[in-house]
């Protein structure tokens, strides 16, 4: 899974908080601001904050902050509608697969998921039609990984 998206010119990280019963978020989103150099935090769906059992990663989703929820069966796919509103997270569908799905690895511009699922490997799932492809890559499921790229002339300044 991935632990950090960018999104709006802000680099976001998942952040974890020990078990505590007093407080039922487990998680939070740690966002920075390139451009302004501040640190936030933006909350993820309740949902998915609370569920001690699943596997989270964030993605970007149609150019917005996207957040997944896997317990190994099923998938749950969520993307903030508005930026830093915590009530515009929206899900989006559920994946149900009755293979094991080992890691999500990225979402394509058309809306299909690329994941790897036990047995199979890698494959495209179709969330219109719940169907699932090979995309003819080959290698070790737990080894694949895609970052997104954004060209920038911003000069980060050192310290020293």
């Known amino acids: 899974m991935h632990f950090r998206a960018y999104v709006n010119g802000v680099?976001?990280?998942?952040?974890?908080?020990?078990?505590?019963?007093?407080?039922?978020?487990r998680c939070s989103i740690l966002a920075f601001?390139?451009?302004?150099?501040?640190?936030?935090?933006?909350?993820?769906p309740y949902e998915?904050?609370?569920?001690?059992?699943a596997n989270l990663g964030?993605?970007?989703?149609?150019?917005?902050l996207g957040i997944v929820g896997s317990n190994m069966v099923s998938v749950n796919v969520w993307m903030?509608?508005?930026?830093?509103?915590?009530e515009s997270w929206?899900?989006?569908?559920?994946i149900d697969l009755l293979e094991e799905i080992t890691n999500f690895v990225w979402f394509w511009k058309s809306g299909e998921a690329l994941l790897t699922i036990r047995d199979l490997g890698l494959v495209v799932y179709?969330?219109?039609t719940r169907e699932t492809k090979n995309p003819g890559i080959y290698g070790d499921p737990y080894s694949l990984f895609v970052d997104n790229y954004a060209e920038s002339l911003l000069l980060v300044r050192g310290h020293g």
Do not use: G, Q
């Open 48 to 53: 998915l904050a609370k569920d001690a059992s």
């Open 11 to 25: 680099v976001h990280w998942l952040a974890f908080k020990p078990f505590d019963e007093n407080e039922p978020r």
């Open 126 to 128: 179709n969330p219109e």
């Open 58 to 64: 964030i993605f970007v989703i149609e150019d917005s």
């Open 33 to 44: 601001d390139i451009d302004n150099e501040v640190f936030s935090e933006v909350m993820p």
């Open 80 to 86: 903030m509608k508005e930026y830093c509103v915590e």
């Open 90 to 94: 929206t899900k989006l569908y559920t």
